[in-house]
């Protein structure tokens, strides 16, 4: 009997079968939860010839799809140009934006490009709870950009919706607004990266809300999840997907600076794998980085071992366990028996390791006269 | 329906990648991603276009006639998600 | 569509001989493009 499929792509894969690629930190919105802390461009970004040369190598490994994000990856100024070197060279895109981009004019050309699939983000099915996360305004562009779509025929657009406390209760309308449009509707997990870090504890679903959406989901397996809650496997039959994590297994990331992390949830030294611009590129990074090949070695329960559940939930999401200061061989925060929330109450106030400020713009402050 | 009777070949817009375990098709067409976990499977696939039937192709190939069967469901599958599809002739 | 579709079970007869070609083969399975974790 072959070994399943799980087992041999936990091993890793000689290239990725596809990645996320992060183009810019620049982004014209602060979303409170921003995974990668992006707001302001960094100096060091790749050019657009380091750019090209890395899809080139990405065209190489033949990595089937990239999924191109940010920060606001159309803020680039060569974004069209390095989303036509992709497909011209064989290598399928998918890109995340939050739609301020999105014009009459862009929605057509990209309904004329083939191999493109297009991400709107939105956190809400309407504008004050999407706004409270994403800013005064986000919802209505990313509707405008959605109604662009729709009249320049791009055809099936898929709406990324990151799943919080405040809209699990949504999930209905989030279907009605993708069903209204003919798109592909996308929950993802919030993880504490980033920004996410900072309000996590407030904003994660809660223990009822989670086992809501894991029988919403087992209902509606036409509906994408990125694969991302396979911690929520252990609650019955598992979802559609791999149901494992492939960080540096068969997906990374590259970050706008051509960091190679093992995923958009890791940004921290810890999981920086090299950089496409060491001697062997993108390739020697995927194939000999320390850090890959340890994410490659067999795992053992560790904490987890006396559970019924690991078989299902692999333990979880490193990146949760992370970045809320818990061991990576033990229970996720948000583990559906409970032992994460147990774990969590034993972690010391601040000892999580911190994301760092990223390239968040700062916040404004406050300035106050003082008179003598 | 598959017909094995009749030629077949890899769409033009499938990639299929080797690997440790047999090998991937992606469809660039249609965004599916197959898992082919079968070297045999992978072979016959590469070489569906040269045979004038299915059939053919399986006689052809280094795989026991008692694992036709299981090859021809996984074809009929492979047919229903795109990866190959009836030649026409030109 | 992230649907897995297990496919291809060998129902041939058994046969004393033919017992290893008796199992299930697992030839294909599909996973969405945006089945794994770790991308956007």
Known sequence: MPAPLTEELKRGLDAPICLTWELTYGCNLACVHCLSSSGRRDPRELSTGECKAVIDELRELQVFYVNIGGGEPTIRPDFYELVDHCVGTGVGVKFSTNGSTITPATAARLAGTDYVDVQISVDGADAATNDAVRGDGSFAMARRAMDNLAAANFGPFKISVVMTRHNVAQLDAFEALAGSYGAQLRLTRLRPSGRGADTWHELHPTNEQQVQLYRWLLDRPDVLTGDSFFHLSALGEPLPGLNLCGAGRVVCLIDPVGDVYACPFVLHDEFRAGSVRDVGGFTSVWRSSPLFLSLREPTSAGACASCGSYDACQGGCMAAKFFTGLPLDGPDPECVKGHGELALAGVAAGSAPSPGPGHSKPRPVAVTFRRK | MLDTAAPYELHPQVALRPEPFGALAYHYGNRRLTFVRANELVELLRDLGAHDSVDDALAASDVVPARWPAFRNALANLEASEVIRARTAH | ?40
């Open chain 3, 1 to 40: 569509m992230s649907d897995t579709v297990i496919a291809a079970s060998d129902d041939v007869a058994t046969d004393a001989a033919d017992e290893d070609l008796v199992e299930e083969e697992l030839l294909v399975e599909e996973v969405s493009i945006d089945g794994m974790c770790g991308v956007y």
